[in-house]
């Protein structure tokens, strides 16, 4: 069991620093609606518990990250 453990953190750390290294060419408005969809969408996960809400929450996330450099 730690050895599936181990594997999922090293993904884990991958996939954090590939998904940082695609946010270099972002503007300020792109990287504000991928922060809010991100946070959206753990919140709705941590709300709701399902999937649906979890999508709900990414994409009001989204919305409002979009909207806050306007």
Known sequence: MDKI???GAAAL????LG?????DQMSTR????AVG???GGVAGAALGGSALS???GAAAGG???NQVGK
């Open 5 to 7: 453990k181990q594997i």
């Open 13 to 16: 750390i991958a996939a954090l």
């Open 19 to 23: 998904g940082l290294s695609a946010c």
């Open 30 to 33: 792109q990287r504000d609606t």
């Open 37 to 39: 969809a991100g946070v």
């Open 54 to 56: 979890t999508v709900g």
């Open 63 to 65: 919305l409002i990250g």
